[in-house]
C-alpha cells in the first residue's frame, strides 16, 4: 500500500504566479483534505473533498482552490502567490476515522 | 473560538525515561483528538487517538489521557528511545465538522 503521496516534493515559484498541487490517497480512501505548514507552526486547514465536492473550508482566500477527481485524488491550486504562501502543504486522507498524511509539497514563492 | 496550544515547546528526556507530553484544548464541543508525530522534512505520522467518551487509550509503549473537565490532553511515551525524537502535535476536531485543529507543537529531544 503506497500510502498518502503528494507530487512534487519541492517547488519554487514567483510571486504572482499559479500554481498546482497534486495528492494521491491511500487506497480505500475517499476524502481528501489540504492544510498548510509555515515553519515552526501546526498543520492549519486549508479545505476538505469527499465525492468531488469540498465539504468545508478553513480561513484561507478564494485564491486558494482545490479539485477532487473520481479516482479520489486531488489537487490544490493557488492563484497570485504571496511570499506568505511559502510553505509545506500536506495532503491528509481518510475513509471513517483517522487522517493518514503525506510527505508534504514544500513550496517557496520568492 | 477553538484553539489547541501545548503547554512546553522543548522537552528534553534521556533514554529510556517516560515523557509526557501535554496540551490543552479550549473547543468543549471537540469529540476526537489526536497525536501526530512529525520528524524533519516529513508529514505527521499519527500515533494515537481518543474519543471523548474515553479518557485513557492505550497503544505500544504510548497512552493518551483525556480530561474533558479541564480540557487537558496528554501523550506519555514510555521508556522513549533516540528515535521518539520529533515534533508532537495534539488535534482536535468538533463533533460534525470534518477540519481538524492543530497546535504549534512540542520538541521531544531524547538523550542517548
Known amino acids: 500500500d503506497a500510502g498518502v503521496t503528494q507530487s512534487p516534493t519541492h517547488l519554487i515559484k514567483t510571486r504572482g504566479q499559479q500554481v498546482t498541487l497534486r495528492c494521491s490517497p491511500k487506497?480505500?480512501?475517499?476524502?481528501v483534505s489540504w492544510y498548510q505548514q509555515a515553519l515552526g507552526q501546526g498543520p492549519q486547514f486549508i479545505f476538505q473533498?469527499?465525492?468531488?465536492?469540498?465539504?468545508q473550508r478553513g480561513n484561507f482566500p478564494d485564491r486558494f482552490s482545490g479539485h477532487q477527481f473520481p479516482n479520489y485524488s486531488s489537487e490544490l491550486n493557488v492563484n497570485a502567490l504571496l511570499l506568505g504562501d511559502s510553505a509545506l502543504y500536506l495532503c491528509?486522507?481518510?475513509?471513517?476515522?483517522?487522517?493518514?498524511f503525506g510527505q508534504g509539497t514544500r513550496l517557496t514563492v520568492v | 473560538g477553538e484553539s489547541v496550544g501545548l503547554h512546553l515547546p522543548t522537552l528534553s528526556v534521556q533514554e529510556g525515561d517516560n515523557s509526557i507530553i501535554n496540551c490543552a484544548y479550549s473547543n468543549s464541543a471537540s469529540d476526537y483528538f489526536i497525536w501526530y508525530k512529525q520528524e524533519s522534512g516529513k508529514g505527521p505520522q499519527f500515533i494515537i487517538d481518543i474519543r471523548s467518551n474515553m479518557d485513557k487509550r492505550q497503544g505500544q509503549r504510548v497512552t493518551v489521557l483525556l480530561n474533558k473537565t479541564v480540557k487537558h490532553l496528554s501523550l506519555q511515551i514510555a521508556a522513549t528511545q533516540p528515535g521518539d525524537s520529533a515534533v508532537y502535535f495534539c488535534?482536535?476536531?468538533?463533533?460534525?465538522?470534518?477540519?481538524?485543529?492543530f497546535g504549534t507543537g512540542t520538541r521531544l529531544l531524547v538523550s542517548p
Open positions: 487506497s480505500g480512501h475517499d476524502t
Open positions: 473533498y469527499y465525492e468531488e465536492e469540498e465539504r
Open positions: 488535534a482536535e476536531r468538533e463533533t460534525g465538522f470534518q477540519k481538524l485543529v
Open positions: 491528509a486522507s481518510s475513509l471513517v476515522g483517522e487522517a493518514f
